[in-house]
């Protein structure tokens, strides 16, 4: 049988993505340029940045996933993209790229959403069984999704206003740590303790929603009103404290929907899966459970990269949901 070769790509926000996958799970070509000190200056992404920078980067990054898998577009089964969530310049030109390759090549086009790609990473570590519960959360979305099969995605909790990687990179601006400031406070938290009370939000009973605009608004509060006494507060048990905030909430919210849903396994995913305190805390609650397989991807398939992409890509080609040229950027996209 003839190999399958799935390349994706990924450009939804500051990351120009080539992967390369083999046969759905082995990764044979991970290229990611970072766009992270472009927009440090700025505190965060500015749009318009980012698209000049996709088109500086693509065709290098292109050209050196081809290099690593040792193939040439000829080889490809079929090209995924990311074709949204995300901003709009950025996105489009992913897609722009993908449908020129597929064009000149005769190659299959398939369009992926970003969650789902970054649902998908975790098969590139296992073997995905179903039902599952997935518990994304990113710099732009927070969700519960369960999965009954290939491609099904039922979202059944998500953020009422800000995800919980926009918290972490707020209370990080907040404490003048860099932009994306998760990791720095995901470091601070270590060596803080979680001793200053702050809010939980856990909406109404039964809810799988989050909300973390109150927790980063109390954050906010507590430094201000620390600097109008002239106290001085310890940035590490903030970042503790509000660490053990987040984990709390989408620990428990998580483990109850896995009992409600009776699922097999709990996929990790997102930017804010690179968290080592939740990393921690989900393996200290559920890594034996017995009945229930926990998977977390390595921190390379955490944050945006386009081996996810193509991974989910794969599935949607071995079903057949393939797209057209008329494919474009949808800055909106659901699930
Ligand atoms: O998935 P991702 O790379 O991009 C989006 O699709 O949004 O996620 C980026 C987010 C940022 O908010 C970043 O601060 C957060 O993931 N992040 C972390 C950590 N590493 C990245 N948040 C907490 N702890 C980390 N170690
Ligand atoms: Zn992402």
Known sequence: KKDQWIMGIETSCDETAVAIIKN???????VVASQIESHKRF????????????????????????????????????????????????????????????????????????????????????????????????????????????????????????????????????????????PHID??????????NLPRAWLEEGSYDFSFSGLKSAVINT??????????????????SFQQSVIDVLVTKTGRAMDEYKVKQLLLAGGVAANKGLRAALEDKFANNPGIELII?????????AAMIAAAGSILFEKGIHSGLDLNANPGLDI
Request: charged share 20%; net charge negative.
């Open 24 to 30: 759905g799970r082995e990764m044979a070509a991970n």
């Open 223 to 240: 430094v201000h009103n620390a600097e109008q006494r002239g106290e001085k507060i310890v940035p590490e048990d903030l970042a503790a």
């Open 43 to 182: 505190g965060g992404v500015v749009p318009e940045i980012a698209s000049r920078h996709h088109v500086e980067q693509i065709t290098i990054v292109l050209e050196e996933a081809l290099n690593q898998a040792g193939i040439t577009y000829s080889d490809l089964s079929a090209i995924a993209v990311t074709e949204g969530p995300g901003l709009v310049g950025a996105l489009l030109i992913g897609v722009n790229a993908a449908k020129a390759i597929a064009f000149a090549h005769g190659i299959p086009l398939v369009g992926v959403h970003h969650i789902a790609g970054h649902i998908y990473a975790n098969r590139l570590v296992a073997e995905m069984k179903f039902p599952l519960l997935s518990l994304v959360v990113s710099g732009g979305h927070t969700e519960l999704v369960y999965m009954e099969e290939h491609g099904h995605f039922e979202v059944i909790g998500e953020t009422r206003d800000d995800a919980a990687g926009e918290a972490y990179d707020k209370v990080a601006r907040t404490l003048s740590l860099p932009y994306p400031g998760g």
């Open 297 to 305: 991807p390595p921190l390379s398939l955490c944050t945006d990269n």
């Open 187 to 196: 470091r601070l938290a270590h060596e803080g303790e979680p001793s200053i």
